[in-house]
């Protein structure tokens, strides 16, 4: 079930509920699946590096992805969640009007960026006779990735616009 599917659920839910479902699925999970990968990742351009030779690109760019969403969810996690938890009143969301905007510029980067990831990884796709190392790595990624749109798009689409007010 993807999140277009989940998507009138997710409307559902308080704004508490949302948060607890962003940190504990989410956020978490990028940063498990960050520890996996990267040691992954590592071995497969010392080994295949050479003869597939937009790899060594594209660790790059995974790592600079992945710095960027670990700062990014930190500062979620420790100004914006708690206090999208705790205003109530409309004339407070005012005060979220930057956070919120940086978030999204955040997000935007790294939707170019992971979009990038899977045109230099030819789409997840592994290369003919690829090892077993190879192929996991392409499965892993794809899942990375795909679970990195769906965490932005409910963001993006589902919690910040619950606070964001005219004027
Ligand atoms: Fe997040
Ligand atoms: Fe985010």
Redesign the pocket.
Known sequence: MNIMDRSSEYQKMSNEGLVDL?LNR??KKLRYDVLTITPLFERVVNVHGNSHNTLAAAKKLFDKVVAHLQFH?TK?EQMLFPALVQLSDLNQFKALKGPIYCMRSDHQHDDEDLKQLKILMNDFVPPSGACQSYQKLMVLLSEFVEDTFE?MKI?NEILFPRFEVEG
């Open positions: 962003l989410y956020h969810i979620e965490h963001e």
